[in-house]
């Protein structure tokens, strides 16, 4: 059971797509800039790191790399059981599936960019990653603060992130060093995603959602607000409460685990998400399609 996954932001950087300029799948691009009526070509290639981070553009770039990369493995004829994505992966695993349509799917993750952008600028936020510590105990430490701090994703075993006011969130890091966390790492956000704060981004989103015409999916796609597969028109309400709900992902990839997958392929730029199931599906082959080098990897892979 081949199940494919999709990166969301932070997985971009500049000149992500530069590697596929020369694949018939980046025809995709010319599509894509004319949907939006934006260079999304010199998005992909020429954009400096700050611009790339904002958001908007973070998401819209990886959602389009994604794509491409999708489309090339599909020209070789792989086809996925499953698939799941996280955060903004999840839209890119539902045009995977055929729920969502291409041109319907782009225009979603422009409009939740600009939502979000928006919501970062009326409610100042952060987020940090906790590593070493179980999630009771994180949940332990966000509760301890007198605050508003949450945990937004729950990602891999030893892996937590924690989301809310910069002032709550670094007095809830310090109490997970105390409870003996590892680590607790910054990172390099401008806004709380998937927690209340969110709520702007969520109640202008969700007029797009429902007018959306999400269909019934080919083949099934796990939802981040519970971890569990779903293909029909539930997708709407799923979509509609992500952005203030954490990533259940670490439960996304044990019922993956569970469902059979022998081979998780992430496709997209980076590898944020096969370095989370090596370390959660012990058992199952795990890669990641980020150039079309590894394209030739994956067919080795499942030949053998």
């Not at 971009?12 to 939006?36: C, N």
């Not at 934006?38 to 959602?63: I, K, M, V, Y």
């Not at 998937?194 to 959306?212: Q, Y």
């Not at 607000?225 to 952005?243: I, M, P, S, Y």
């Amino acid at each position: 059971m081949i199940v494919f996954t999709f990166p969301g932001q932070g997985s971009q950087k500049p000149g992500m797509g530069d590697a596929w300029r020369d694949h018939p799948s980046w025809e995709l691009v010319a599509e894509a800039s004319s949907v939006l009526g934006r260079d999304l070509e010199h998005l992909l290639l020429h954009t400096e790191a700050e611009e790339l981070t904002r958001t908007d553009n973070a998401q819209l770039s990886t959602f389009l790399t994604s794509l491409i990369v999708l489309d090339a493995v599909e020209r070789l004829g792989v086809e996925p059981a499953a698939a799941a994505g996280h955060s903004l992966g999840e839209y890119t695993a539902l045009v995977a599936s055929g729920a969502l349509a291409f041109e319907e799917g782009l225009t979603l993750v422009a409009e939740r960019g600009a939502a979000m952008l928006d919501a970062t600028t009326a409610r100042v936020g952060t987020m940090a990653a906790v590593l070493g510590l179980d999630d009771g105990d994180v949940e332990v430490a966000c509760a301890r603060v007198d605050g508003d701090v949450w945990v937004a994703n729950y990602n891999a075993p030893g892996q937590v992130v924690i989301a809310g006011d910069p002032e709550a969130v670094a007095q809830a890091s310090a109490v997970a060093k105390e409870l003996g966390a590892k680590k607790v790492m910054s990172m390099a956000v401008s806004g709380a995603f998937h927690t209340p704060f969110m709520a702007p981004a969520r109640d202008r989103l969700r007029s797009a959602i429902e007018s959306a015409d999400l269909r019934e999916a080919d083949l099934p796609v796990y939802a981040n607000v519970d971890a569990r597969a779903h293909t029909g028109a539930e997708w709407t309400e799923l979509l509609n409460a992500q952005l203030c709900s954490p990533v259940r992902w670490r439960q996304t990839l044990h019922n993956i685990g569970d469902a059979g997958a022998t081979v998780f392929v992430e496709l997209g730029p980076g590898s944020v998400l096969t370095g989370m199931a090596k370390r959660t599906l012990t058992s199952t082959t795990t890669l990641a399609v980020s150039t079309p080098e590894d394209l030739d990897k994956l067919l080795t892979a499942l030949a053998s």
